[in-house]
Every structure is written in structure tokens, then in C-alpha cells.
């Protein structure tokens, strides 16, 4: 690393200081800093491990020494540990990776978002699922209903009753907070079924 990309990383990090102490957000610092540095600008990334590093209370915009030579901690160990807990729990925060990896919240945020690709966010609410024998009686009906329409299509509507029955819950439904979890960025959202533990239902059913 030259000295001159060095001073830039140290005036990048007096900003991010300096931002954070005003108590604006991540985002809106990235979003100054870009205004002003354009392409010489840190990633959101190292401003998320810089910003979460100051509101804890650190000082020091210089680099922590490292004992014993020049190993990363974003070593190629240290991503493997790292991806392993995220793939046994999806859902699992930063702050509990850096407890049980020993490693700072920092490294974990350019360890997930820069080596792993990944991005939290909330799983998306999806039907009951069904089996393939559900589907199958599902497609059926509908070919029936579309042979009744082609051989009567001006009265076979007046001569239908649709209803529909579903179990109203009493329950309290996990936030959008508690549902956000890990995936690999670019790839489809996760999903989740809408079934969740309740202490009383009622039957309503609509003509």
C-alpha cells in the first residue's frame, strides 16, 4: 500500500468519524461521501465497519496493529468459519458472528458483503404450500370450468355461486425485523409460509 492510498483511507475514516458523531445514518454518509469523492470513494461496505466501529465508542482512525505479521483477518479460514454458522442459521446477526469467531464486527460486515456476496433481507410471505396432488385437482377443475365456458360463454356466469372459507388466527405475526435473514445477492428472496403457532382461530366464510 503507498502512502498516498493510505492518507486517502485516513481522511475517508476522519469523515466517517466525523459523520457518525453528527448522528447520521450509513447510508446518508455513504451518500455525502460519493458526493464529494465520486469514484475515489470507500465502498458502503467500509463505511458500515468504520460507522458501527465509532458508535461503539472507538477513536483511532488508523489501522489496529497486528501482532505476529500481515495476516488478514478476512483470511480464507476466517470466510469458511464465517459462512459456515451463516449457512446452519440464515437469520443469525452480526454482532453474534463476531462473539463467536472472535473477530470484529467490521471484518464480519466485509466478510459477508464483500468475500461472501450476501445482503439481509426479509422473507417474502408466500401461499400455504400445497402437494402436487392439490395442484393437479386445482388444474383440472380449471380445464372444467374453461370447457363449460366455451360451450355457454354468454349465461355460465350467471349461473355461479363462488365462495370461499379461511381460518382467521389469533396470533401476533413476526415483524419484518425478526424474518430478515442471509442470502446470496442476485438470487430470489427466501421465502416463508404463512403458519405460525396460535392460541385461538375462527372459520370465516365468504359467498
Known amino acids: 500500500m503507498t502512502d498516498a492510498t493510505m492518507l486517502t483511507k485516513i481522511e475517508h475514516r476522519a469523515v466517517i468519524k466525523f459523520l457518525t458523531k453528527q448522528g447520521k445514518t450509513q447510508k ?3 451518500e455525502e461521501i460519493v458526493a464529494v469523492y ?3 470513494a470507500p465502498s458502503l461496505s467500509t463505511i458500515q465497519k468504520w460507522s458501527s466501529e465509532f458508535k461503539r465508542g472507538r477513536e483511532s482512525i488508523e489501522d489496529d496493529p497486528r501482532a505476529g505479521g500481515p495476516i488478514s483477518a478476512t483470511s480464507e479460514e476466517n470466510v469458511k468459519i464465517v459462512e459456515k454458522l451463516v449457512l446452519e442459521d440464515a437469520r443469525i446477526r452480526v454482532k453474534t458472528l463476531a462473539e463467536k469467531t472472535k473477530l470484529s464486527v467490521g471484518t464480519i460486515h466485509t466478510i459477508l458483503y464483500e468475500h461472501l456476496n450476501l445482503s439481509k433481507v426479509s422473507a417474502r410471505w408466500v401461499l400455504r404450500m400445497i402437494t402436487p396432488l392439490q395442484k393437479q385437482v386445482r388444474v383440472e377443475c380449471s380445464k372444467g370450468f ?7 360463454s354468454s349465461g355460465i356466469f ?3 355461486v363462488t365462495d370461499d372459507e379461511t381460518w382467521v388466527h389469533h396470533y401476533d405475526p413476526e415483524s419484518k425485523q425478526e424474518s430478515m435473514q442471509w442470502h446470496k445477492k442476485g438470487t430470489d428472496p427466501p421465502k416463508k409460509f404463512k403458519v405460525c403457532p396460535s392460541v385461538g382461530k375462527l372459520m370465516a366464510t365468504v359467498f
Open 38 to 40: 465520486q469514484d475515489s
Open 28 to 30: 446518508v454518509i455513504h
Open 158 to 160: 350467471e349461473h355461479i
Open 146 to 152: 374453461l370447457e363449460l365456458c366455451s360451450e355457454n
